[in-house]
């Protein structure tokens, strides 16, 4: 009589992606965070406090970081979605999908507010 137990299975490229995505995930998602919240260094991008338009520049910096708020909690509630609902739990090829929309959302939140440092024209 043989036991099933002490043998690991290898994975499937199906269930696979979905743990490749999920580390994919959390890591753009704590340098979100990171850069996000992080300590600004004296809003380098703004230049100097006593510079002509500083002021306006930390406002539309600051509007930005709000913006991309909303692209980042739609990554962060996929990405519990993925793990937590029973229907995306018995399908991994469904879960690889969500969890690549959520990477997309993670990279435009990114994305979002980068474009908030830059100059305005």
Known sequence: MSSARGRSR???PVTAA???LLIANALVAVSYLLFV????????FCGSPSAAGYA???DQMTLFAIASLIPAMLALILMVAAFITPGLRERPGLRA???GY???AWV???STFVLGGLPSV
């Open 10 to 12: 290898p994975r499937s």
């Open 56 to 58: 306006d520049c930390v």
């Open 97 to 99: 999908q969500t969890l």
């Open 37 to 44: 919240f992080g300590d600004p260094g004296e809003n380098v």
């Open 108 to 110: 435009i939140a990114g």
């Open 102 to 104: 959520s990477l997309i």
């Open 18 to 20: 979905p743990v490749a």
